[in-house]
Antibody
């Protein structure tokens, strides 16, 4: 059974940093691209970033480019999102999702909440 | 890039059919056959319902179907059931390994 478990969400001040993690199990993690998708309170879904299976390719939404960094450790079956220079508009539930070759997301985690406030 | 355009809400009675549209451009919806649809109940993670425009994952009822014409994709739910009441989001590949979601549609089963 595929499982994705996010962690690391917290309350952080504007301008601060946070690192999210997503522990994967139930599939060959190193064979699949992975994405982060976020959802602000009461709002819709927004794709944030994707990383290739090897980690050699990373891509970002314009709204986070230059501030967020996606990475992965295939030896630990874990996906990461380093978030710097956080803004109020980054407040959201962050989901990790198994990415099927840029076509669709077939499995999602339950999400971790990031709150940005002073 | 701007989000794909979906109606904010749709509604239907049990047993009826409803369709939800998702309009983009030739740079996303119209340019690739990589449109997917997700169902999200309040407080839950999204669930894949349709991928590659019109394919259903195992376990998704055949009441759910997808289609595309030009820059607009559609999700149709036939034989509406109470448990179909949820938010629905379309998503399209938008080139350069990026993806774009629609703003979401709230389906109410009357």
């Amino acid at each position: 059974e595929v499982q994705l478990l996010e962690s690391g969400g917290n309350l952080v001040q504007p301008g601060g940093s946070l690192r999210l993690s997503c522990a994967a199990s139930g599939f060959t993690f190193s064979s699949f691209a992975m994405s982060w998708v976020r959802q602000a309170p009461g709002e819709g879904l927004e794709w944030v970033s994707v990383i290739s299976s090897s980690g050699g390719g990373t891509y970002y939404a314009d709204s986070v480019k230059g501030r967020f960094t996606i990475s992965r450790d295939n030896s630990k079956n874990t996906l990461y999102l380093q978030m710097n220079s956080l803004r109020a508009e980054d407040a959201a539930v962050y989901f990790c999702a198994k990415d099927q070759s840029n076509r669709f997301f077939d499995y999602w985690g339950q999400g971790t909440l990031v709150t940005v406030s002073s | 890039q701007s989000a794909l355009t979906q109606p904010r809400s749709v509604s239907g009675s049990p047993g009826q059919s409803v369709s939800i549209s998702c309009t983009g451009t030739s740079s996303n919806v119209g340019g690739y056959n990589y449109v997917s649809w997700y169902q999200q109940h309040p407080g839950k993670a999204p669930k894949l319902m349709i991928y590659d425009v019109n394919k259903r994952p195992s376990g998704v009822p055949d009441r759910f179907s997808g289609s595309k014409s030009g820059n607009t994709a559609s999700l149709t739910i036939s034989g509406l059931q109470a448990e179909d009441e949820a938010g629905y989001y379309c998503c399209s590949y938008a080139g350069s390994s990026t993806k774009l979601f629609g703003g979401g549609t709230k389906l109410t089963v009357l």
